[in-house]
């Protein structure tokens, strides 16, 4: 008995890359690249931009992380970047950057540069994106990720009610319920971040977001609300969550705000935050 589980073991540790779990484009040239894509989605076009990985390797299962505009954005807006001194996102939400080749982007643009979701209409745009994506390039189907500011977010969120098993964390910044939540009855891991101050969305409803995941999650309530220390955010891990479905609340004291920085600091919390909580997955 002991014998056989120990040769298992040895087995594992010495093969891991064939447990990942690839897509059907890993191994495959790929066609796909950095520019800009449309399809038909229920009989309208879509578009969207995609960003590969420098050197893309196409034996390498990569992150694949959406990224969705704020309402009156756009996918290119979000390829650009808009500077954060003017409440603008970072380029991919400032993920890229970070991600130091690691990760595929998709960047799609919502119809009337919004995500109302009609009919589902924009999940099944993400269902699409998915295949579309995955058939051509080398995905780590384990760690698919969303994030997005204010309806970005909210159609993040969306996902994580419509889409709880594609999806291994998501990261709403300033979100509310606009996208609807198709759903919402499994745990997804949860990141949320919101301002005290946020005269778009308020605050109750980026905690009205979050308290459905930690309650599908099966995270302990907190005690009181956590409140921002001054000028500086406070990141809240919740305690008692289901094993791979945490949840990390940051609140802040600014306004509706992508690129809110902690005081002395002039480099926006979100990214690095959203990404150590999605890298938290391998
Ligand atoms: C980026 O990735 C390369 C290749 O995996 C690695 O050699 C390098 O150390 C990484 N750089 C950073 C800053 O993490
Ligand atoms: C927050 O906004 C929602 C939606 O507009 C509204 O129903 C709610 O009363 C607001 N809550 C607070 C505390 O202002």
Request: net charge positive.
């Amino acid at each position: 008995m002991r014998g056989l589980f120990t040769s298992a073991c040895l087995f594992l540790a010495s093969v891991p890359s064939v447990f990942a779990a690839s897509s059907a484009g890993c191994g495959k040239a790929n066609t796909l690249t950095n520019k800009q894509y449309s399809m038909q989605v229920n009989g309208k076009n879509r578009n969207y931009f995609l960003n590969i990985p420098d050197n893309y390797n196409q034996n390498t299962p990569y992150r694949l992380i959406f990224t969705w505009h704020q309402l009156g954005g756009s996918a290119q807006k979000i390829v650009n970047g808009e500077d954060p001194k003017k409440g603008g996102a970072l380029p991919y939400y400032g993920l890229k950057a970070i991600a130091n080749n690691s990760a595929i982007f998709v960047v799609p643009d919502g119809i009337s540069n919004g995500w109302a979701n009609s009919g589902g209409e924009d999940v099944t745009f993400f269902d699409q994106l998915v295949k579309t994506v995955e058939a051509d390039l080398c995905v780590n189907t384990d760690l698919r990720f969303s994030t997005g500011f204010s309806y970005g977010g909210a159609m993040s969120y969306a996902l994580a009610c419509a889409r709880p098993e594609m999806l291994r964390a998501v990261a709403v910044i300033s979100g509310a319920q606009l996208s609807g939540c198709s759903g919402g009855t499994k745990p997804v891991a949860y990141y949320g971040q919101h301002g005290t101050s946020d005269s778009v969305l308020n605050v109750s409803q980026g905690r009205a977001l979050r308290d459905k995941f930690v309650a599908n999650n099966g995270c302990t309530k907190l005690q009181s609300e956590p409140a921002p220390a001054g000028a500086n955010s406070v990141k809240t891990q919740y305690s008692g969550c289901k094993e791979g479905y945490p949840v990390t609340w940051v609140i802040h004291n600014g306004d509706h705000n992508p690129s809110q920085t902690n005081s002395g600091s002039s480099t926006p919390f979100a990214p690095a935050n959203s990404w150590e909580f999605f890298t938290q997955f391998k």
